[in-house]
């Protein structure tokens, strides 16, 4: 068969098995997670850790088995930009929001309220017990799977925010630039991240028809960008 016949022309690299005792992988993170400071005045602390800051802003966080810590650059790019910006009163909508790291800080940098949105139900429960962690209603974070957020946006019950957050991968940010788009108000700010130095070009061609978009923002092998929409 043609199937056969490709498998045996294949050159695999070799690989090792190594055999890992079971554990609380829900818990292991913890291990080597400490408090982080983000732009001088936004800490996020591991649950049960909360640091004494004076008047600092400090989230409590435990991400169970969703993405978002604060450890990885696409995630603390995000947070020292939402600290260094005056957040009183917008609305943001949060897209991939995994732990619900990113809206949370928002909030609680004064944001009036975040939407947001994540295909894995589990990131919708770590969002919501996060939120009980720091004390925010639910209503002032609600969350979605996408399909659901889709059908709220066409059905009206959702519109256009100040601030758009993506912190996913560079192809579904390219795939989605005209819905992200759509999503916020003109004047309005979107920022993304998740993006690998070789990928920003892309992904800023795909949203500069949109945005004025400004120069990347580099920490190790990770991007964020940022734009504002255009009237």
Same mark, same amino acid.
């Given at each position: 068969?043609?199937?056969?016949?490709?498998?045996?022309?294949?050159?695999?690299?070799?690989?090792?098995?190594? +055999?890992?005792?079971?554990?609380?992988?829900?818990?292991?993170?913890?291990?080597?997670?400490?408090?982080?400071?983000?732009?001088?005045?936004?800490?996020?602390?591991?649950?049960?850790?909360?640091?004494?800051?004076?008047?600092?802003?400090?989230?409590?966080?435990?991400?169970? +088995? #969703?993405? *978002?810590?604060?450890?990885?650059?696409?995630?603390? +790019?995000?947070?020292?930009?939402?600290?260094?910006?005056?957040?009183?009163?917008?609305?943001?909508?949060?897209?991939?929001?995994?732990?619900?790291?990113?809206?949370?800080?928002?909030? +609680?940098?004064?944001?009036?309220?975040?939407?947001?949105?994540?295909?894995?139900?589990?990131?919708?429960?770590?969002?919501?017990?996060?939120?009980?962690?720091?004390?925010?209603?639910?209503?002032?974070?609600?969350?979605?799977?996408?399909?659901?957020?889709?059908?709220?946006?066409?059905?009206?019950?959702? *519109?256009?925010?100040?601030?758009?957050? #993506?912190?996913?991968?560079?192809?579904?940010?390219?795939?989605?630039?005209?819905?992200?788009?759509?999503?916020?108000?003109?004047?309005?700010?979107?920022?993304?991240? *998740?993006?690998?130095?070789?990928? #920003?070009?892309?992904?800023?061609?795909?949203?500069?028809?949109?945005?004025?978009?400004?120069?990347?923002?580099?920490?190790?092998?990770?991007?964020?960008?940022?734009?504002?929409?255009?009237?």
């Amino acid at each position: 068969m043609v199937i056969s016949a490709k498998l045996d022309t294949l050159h695999l690299a070799p690989c090792s098995l190594l +055999l890992l005792e079971d554990q609380d992988w829900e818990r292991a993170w913890m291990d080597d997670y400490k408090p982080m400071c983000f732009a001088g005045r936004l800490w996020v602390c591991p649950t049960g850790m909360a640091v004494e800051a004076g008047d600092a802003i400090i989230m409590e966080l435990d991400p169970g +088995l #969703a993405f *978002g810590t604060g450890t990885h650059p696409t995630t603390a +790019l995000c947070l020292e930009w939402l600290a260094q910006h005056d957040l009183s009163g917008k609305t943001l909508i949060d897209y991939g929001c995994g732990s619900g790291i990113l809206g949370i800080a928002a909030l +609680l940098l004064g944001a009036e309220r975040v939407l947001g949105v994540d295909n894995d139900p589990q990131a919708l429960t770590a969002t919501r017990d996060n939120c009980h962690k720091n004390n925010i209603d639910e209503a002032r974070f609600p969350v979605y799977l996408p399909c659901d957020f889709a059908h709220a946006l066409a059905g009206g019950d959702i *519109g256009a925010v100040d601030i758009v957050l #993506a912190n996913i991968l560079a192809g579904p940010l390219v795939s989605l630039a005209e819905y992200l788009a759509a999503m916020t108000r003109p004047d309005g700010m979107i920022l993304l991240s *998740g993006i690998l130095r070789e990928q #920003a070009g892309e992904v800023m061609a795909a949203y500069a028809k949109g945005f004025s978009m400004e120069a990347p923002v580099y920490e190790e092998d990770w991007v964020r960008l940022e734009g504002r929409r255009e009237s």
